[in-house]
């Protein structure tokens, strides 16, 4: 992108774009994935839409590359848990995820960085999820609304541990004998976690 102000290029400074020129600061939009696009990323393109540039962009304040056409995502290891983490805190986990594509797994994708084949496998985590990675690369590639199912499944930990623990040695007595109204609300509560 050139600067508005005075056509020099500009460059990515965090969520900024900053020209090297006359200083001026441009924020971009942040897109519907909540992806702020900066710029063209030298020499990497998507593995998906064959030698289309990703663009070095940022979500929740934290680098990654995207795809702006199939919206994919490229994102360090490091990052990815610290993204996850950043997406939880905004996006509550409580929509439930459709089972696995068996089929995601028999995907063969190149890493765009280092072009050798990445290694499709669930994510360990919540949200039912096949990501493919490059181990040399330590990077993880995220088909579009991959990382957003991760964020918004349910945690195991459940939403709330606080509110469930006064009732835990309960659980096992579910047939209980005083069921005054807070003990109905906390096996509710309780049935909701399964
Ligand atoms: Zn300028
Ligand atoms: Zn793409
Ligand atoms: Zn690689």
């Known amino acids: 992108m050139n600067c508005p102000s005075c056509g020099a290029p500009m460059h990515p400074h965090g969520d900024t774009l ?16 909540g992806v702020i696009v900066l710029d063209e990323a030298p020499g990497q393109s998507c593995p998906i839409c064959n030698n289309l540039p990703l663009m070095q962009a940022t979500l929740a304040k934290l680098p990654l590359l995207y795809c702006s056409k199939c919206r994919g995502m490229l994102v360090s290891m490091e990052e990815f848990e610290t993204l996850i983490d950043a997406l939880r805190a905004t996006q ?3 929509i439930i995820q459709p089972p696995m594509d ?3 797994l028999n995907r063969r994708i190149d890493c765009p960085k280092c072009h050798r084949p990445m290694e499709a496998h669930s994510y360990a985590g919540p949200g039912n999820v096949v990501i ?9 590639w995220l088909d ?4 957003a199912r991760i964020a918004q499944a349910p945690d195991d930990r459940g939403p709330d541990p606080d509110y469930r623990d006064p009732y835990a040695d309960q659980s096992d007595d579910q047939t209980g004998a005083s069921d005054t109204s807070d003990d109905t609300f906390g096996s509710l509560g309780w049935k909701l976690h399964i």
């Open 102 to 104: 068996p089929g995601d």
């Open 132 to 140: 493919d990675s490059c181990e040399p690369c330590s990077l993880n």
């Open 92 to 94: 509550r986990g409580s």
């Open 18 to 33: 900053v020209c090297d020129f006359c200083h001026n600061v441009v924020v971009p939009d942040t897109n519907d994935d």
């Open 144 to 147: 579009h609304g991959e990382l």
